[in-house]
């Protein structure tokens, strides 16, 4: 699929170089919106303006939903504004929330005066719910029917209004106050005895998200009940809207992208996978080098406070980075565990105990075989076996150390409702090393007298 991707670019390139304009419209027309917008990401050249206006305004405005924020924003700004209105016009509701989201303030507002009546209100209400929400995330173009509609009835509105909906699988089954009574879907509807009324074979129970709780609620609820979208409710079970499963898989991409930075110590720029230049690679990374700039700096100071035990056996230095280096890498692996079972809530409170002890243990185990080994080789190397059974026993203790912190860390921010990626690998890496380098010299000193 990727080659297939770069060969299309490529073939593009070719036939922007021919000015064959086209070509290029009649390929367009073929083409997935998806792919037009994986296209337009890879041209990097500014024609993906040019390319942007060779296509009509309902698979330009499909193609626009499949992009950046940042391209949005940049393709957006480039068309006239008699272009911009027909092209958001084709938007649907949710697509035009999210574009209006990452807009300045003067050019919502004039975007705003162009829309239809019906659709402004829609807008207008969305816009005011957080971004992170069940409701920031919404569509409200769905299917709903009263549920005292007759089967026949309920078939007509669903190709009356089913053309402009999100989706018509489910159909949602509400009283005369609108609020959400049942749900059914359009397979039930249309194999239904013609003489019943939608709320005779409707489902009441129905798993629905409050328009205030958190999008990885609604995410976790799709997921949960295996769900292709959920309904969306206010506080007195008013049907508000609908999260369809795209919806949830782009923020679940989101979300993971978003803890992954945060391990890796980045600074999160919300819908940016890649440093666009070398100064926002500086802005976005500095602060936790910083962070680990001091730490390093703490850890120097451990080496100092033991450099008299550094002097008389000099040997000890040359295994300082093989200590600190698998140390950190498994407080590393025990922290990606804990932060990922943390997000899909496999770690509990109920399990949590089991788990650090789990944990403890992995890394005991470990511990007890990379410093066995470690000992045989400096026993060998260095013709002492105090210098063995210091570095082993600096390896173990370690180890079982590091494996408990890297998965400690992550729940301790999780009690006190701070997010766990927070914990990052170059911060778990650090507090690792300066642990690691304390037990290291605190057992050389121990053994100092073996050891000269």
């Known amino acids: 699929m990727e080659s297939n991707g770069i060969n299309l670019t490529k073939s593009i390139k070719v036939l922007l170089k021919r000015g064959d304009t086209a070509q290029i419209k009649e390929l367009f027309l073929k083409l997935h919106p998806a792919d037009i917008a994986e296209v337009l990401e890879e041209i990097q050249n500014g024609s993906q303006k040019h390319l942007f206006k060779l ?6 405005a499909e193609v626009l939903d499949e992009l950046e924020p940042e391209m949005q924003l940049d393709i957006i700004n480039s068309l006239p504004e008699k272009e911009k209105e027909k092209v958001i016009r084709e938007m649907s509701v949710d697509e035009i929330v999210d574009l209006l989201q990452v807009l300045p303030e003067n050019k919502v507002e004039k975007i705003l005066e162009k829309l239809p009546i019906d659709d402004l209100e829609n807008i207008k209400g969305l816009l005011l719910l957080s971004h992170d929400s069940a409701g920031g995330i919404m569509t409200t173009e769905y299917v709903y029917i009263p549920q005292d509609t007759t089967i026949p009835e309920a078939i007509e509105m669903v190709r009356k209004f089913g053309r402009h909906a999100e989706t018509i699988y489910y159909l949602y089954i509400v009283d005369e106050n609108h609020k959400l009574v049942g749900v059914l879907s359009l397979r039930e509807l249309i194999s239904a005895q013609r003489d019943l009324l939608v709320k005779d074979i409707m489902h009441k129970k129905v798993v629905t998200v409050n328009v205030d709780d958190d999008q990885e609620i609604a995410v976790k609820t799709i997921n ?19 999260i369809t499963v795209d919806d949830a898989l782009e923020v679940l991409r989101e979300e993971t992208t978003e803890d992954i930075h945060k391990m890796a110590g980045i600074a999160v720029e919300e819908d940016t996978l890649l440093i666009s230049s070398p100064i926002k690679a500086f802005q976005k990374r500095l602060p936790w080098l910083l962070v680990c700039l001091i730490g390093d700096l703490l850890a120097g100071n451990v080496i100092k406070g033991y450099s008299s035990t550094l002097e008389d056996v000099i040997a000890l230095a040359f295994f300082i980075p093989v200590l600190m280096a698998t140390g950190g890498n498994v407080g590393t692996q025990s922290l990606a565990l804990a932060v990922r079972g943390l ?15 789990n944990e403890t243990l992995a890394g005991l185990i470990v511990g007890i075989f ?16 105090y210098i063995g059974i210091t570095i082993g026993a600096a390896m173990v203790i370690g180890l079982a150390l590091s494996a408990l912190i890297g998965m400690l860390i992550p729940i301790i921010l999780n009690l006190l409702h701070i997010d766990p990626a927070i914990a990052s690998g170059p911060l778990i890496t650090t507090v690792v090393d300066i642990i690691t380098l304390a037990i290291y010299f605190g057992t050389a000193t121990f053994f100092l007298k073996e050891l000269i």
């Open 224 to 242: 949960k009940y295996s769900l292709l979208a959920v309904p969306v409710i206010d506080a007195d079970g008013r049907l508000m809207g609908i």
């Open 343 to 357: 997000a899909t809530e496999q770690l509990t409170q109920d399990n949590i105990i089991r788990n650090l002890i």
């Open 55 to 60: 296509m009509d305004y309902e698979k330009a």
């Open 370 to 385: 990379c410093g066995g080994l470690l000992a045989i080789i400096a026993l060998f190397w260095q013709g002492n076996p």
